[in-house]
């Protein structure tokens, strides 16, 4: 079955620090990666897709296969990327259900 | 098209009665998501439909719950005889499925339920 872990509940990083937020899937194939942010009193938004290979706001995410993981970095946090990010997990060519890990609540301290 | 949207946005009811939620996605999605998200916890996945049919419901789902999802438009998600453990956010999301990859879901603002 398809999963995702995060393993950090909260994160919380100083304004300026880099950022790293992990997450770690079990496929043994080539799935589709996401990450997935809910700013406060906003609706779950799409931030980046690995099949896109594009940075978005500042945060990037490689795809690791032989560790699978593809965690979310970005070098310089800012005040406003405090946010719940989730990683989520699709098996392209079947029915391509979408799971999500737990979340990771990323705090950045001004 | 104001994206995806859900009602009611909150509803609070006595254990043991029946809900009903709404989910209006997209118009060009073709497939529709539900998922439940407790305090502190992920999205959780309910069930999804691919247009009209019904593709997967949870196993972990009781059979308190259905969907449906008629002429793949807009869908429902019943809950029938609540107990205190359905009280969570139901998130609905939409999206169009193409060439065998999932795509960007667009998520709803979720309703509320709260069993008392």
């Known amino acids: 079955a398809q999963r995702v872990t995060q393993p950090e509940k909260l994160l919380s990083v100083f304004k300026g620090a880099p950022v790293e937020l992990k997450c770690n899937y079990s496929y043994s194939g080539s799935p589709e990666l996401f990450w997935y942010v809910q700013y406060s009193r906003q609706r779950l938004q799409l931030l980046l897709r690995?099949?896109s290979r594009e940075s978005i706001k500042g945060f990037t995410a490689d795809l690791n296969k032989g560790e699978t993981s593809f965690h979310l970095k970005k070098p310089f946090a800012q005040e406003e990327d405090s946010a719940m990010y989730y990683c989520?997990?699709?098996?392209?060519?079947?029915?391509?259900?979408?799971?999500f890990g737990t979340g990771t609540k990323l705090q950045v301290i001004p | 098209d104001t994206g995806v949207s859900q009602d009611p946005r909150h509803k609070i009811t006595k254990r043991g009665q029946n809900v009903t939620f709404r989910c209006d996605p997209i118009?060009?999605?073709?497939?529709l998501y539900w998922y439940r998200q407790t305090l502190g916890q992920g999205p959780e996945f309910l069930t999804y439909?691919?247009?009209?049919?019904?593709?997967?419901k949870s196993r972990l789902l009781s059979d308190r719950f259905s969907a449906e999802r008629p002429k793949g438009s807009f869908s429902t998600l019943e809950i029938q005889r609540t107990e205190q453990g359905d009280s969570a956010m139901y998130l609905c999301a939409s999206s169009f499925v193409e060439a065998g990859f999932a795509g960007e879901l667009f998520f709803g603002e979720g309703s509320r339920l709260t069993v008392l």
């Open positions: 989520a997990l699709s098996v392209p060519g079947g029915y391509q259900k979408v799971t």
């Open positions: 439909f691919q247009n009209e049919a019904q593709l997967e």
């Open positions: 118009s060009e999605h073709n497939r």
């Open positions: 690995h099949i």
